[in-house]
């Protein structure tokens, strides 16, 4: 008979390409997600329906995760309807597990790895053609290195998270963004 540990700590994500990006860093480092569940929310604007079904109101699991600063509003706003007022003091937020990325996860990592390392990952899974025929396109003259790599990380349904793994795959350790950092140090957490 096989034992499933029930999750103890649901990790709220806006998508997929967080999600893909939190397991390709814990299989890298071999650390057990085991009693953590990642749940891609499908937009941040979710986050209230999804903190009152898993937290304290709901199925009283402790919540963490990750959010866009852009968006620190909602996920304040959010949390306090689901029962956690801590989040709308000063620094409750990371009190109770949520950090937050700059522009988004994406931003941290190319920030992290730098153009060069993007495009080399772009390069080792055979799209470099892709990415130089949308350098290419009118509507992106004059666009920034990290904003042409932003655009082409969001063109084809998918490439977030398939990217978002592979760029956390090469990742020198040292490297690996902050907030995704921190929110993968909460497996270890007891709740």
């Given amino acids: 008979m096989v034992t499933v540990d029930a999750p103890r700590i649901a990790l709220l994500v806006e998508g997929n390409s967080d999600r893909a990006a939190l397991h390709a860093l814990a299989a890298r480092e071999q650390r057990s997600l085991a009693g953590v569940d990642v749940i891609p929310m499908g937009g941040i604007t979710n986050i209230r329906a999804f903190a009152l079904h898993f937290g304290p109101r709901g199925l009283g699991l402790a919540l963490a995760g990750l959010y866009d600063a852009g968006e620190e509003g909602f996920v304040r706003r959010g949390l306090v309807a689901a029962g956690l007022p801590a989040a709308a003091e000063l620094g409750g937020l990371e009190h109770l597990g949520f950090f937050r990325c700059e522009a988004d996860l994406e931003d941290e990592l190319i920030r992290a790895l730098g153009v060069d390392g993007v495009e080399a990952v772009i390069d080792a899974a055979g799209e470099r053609r892709s990415l ?13 290195p990290v904003m042409v790599l932003r655009r082409f990380l969001g063109s084809r349904s998918g490439r977030k998270a398939k990217y978002a793994a592979l760029m956390v795959d090469s990742l020198a350790p040292d490297r690996v963004p902050a907030p995704l950092r921190a929110v993968l140090d909460l497996s270890n957490r007891d709740f």
Avoid: D, Y
Avoid at 132 to 144: C, I, N, S, V, Y
């Fill in 132 to 144: 130089e025929r949308l350098r290419q396109m009118p509507a992106q003259q004059g666009w920034t």
